[in-house]
């Protein structure tokens, strides 16, 4: 009986707090700030999301990214796992929305048939626009503009802009 109670408070709770689920799939574009220009032109890569909203206005997600970079280093990558919070101020049309991930960054490079892997701390300011894609209801079309900062000792920060869908169940 405890079972069920329990069962029964958690999902009243899911639909007191008009809370949903998403999933999304966008495209990454990097362009690098002084310290990392020196070793990369640019980069780009997919970025994968799950998250969770609450209220229509907080979501919380956790994100996988794996960038690739235009570089005379042979096949020079990072790829990144975030937990992500963000801010929807409006709940419907186009809603702006504010952010910031926190995660690991893993940058992976070949030198002389050896692999090379640092990691790292790193944090991401985030800013963009959600809005409905008008082919199916609940995928919307996600952007975002965004700063990273991985503390090394390398100082290596870069500027993002990323573009594509999300679908809410």
């Given at each position: ?9 958690f ?11 998403s ?8 362009y ?34 794996y ?12 790829q990144?796992e975030?937990?992500s ?24 490079q ?60």
């Amino acid at each position: 009986m405890k079972k069920i109670i329990i069962l029964f408070a958690f999902v009243s709770s899911v639909f007191y707090v008009m809370a949903q689920f998403s999933t999304g799939l966008s495209g990454e574009f990097l362009y690098p700030l002084p310290k990392l220009k020196e070793r990369v032109d640019f980069g780009y890569g997919p970025s994968l999301a799950a998250g969770y909203t609450f209220k229509n206005n907080i979501t919380v997600s956790l994100e996988y990214e794996y960038i690739l970079f235009n570089s005379l280093i042979q096949n020079y990558k990072q790829q990144a796992e975030y937990l992500s919070v963000t801010y929807n101020f409006f709940d419907k049309g186009v809603i702006p929305y504010l952010g910031l991930k926190a995660g690991f960054f893993q940058s992976v490079q070949s030198v002389v048939n050896q692999k090379l892997t640092d990691n790292y701390f790193g944090l991401v300011p985030t800013v963009g626009l959600i809005f409905d894609s008008g082919l199916i209801t609940n995928l919307r079309i996600k952007t975002n503009f965004s700063y990273t900062n991985v503390f090394d000792e390398n100082e290596f920060r870069f500027l993002k802009f990323g573009i594509g869908l999300n679908y809410y169940f």
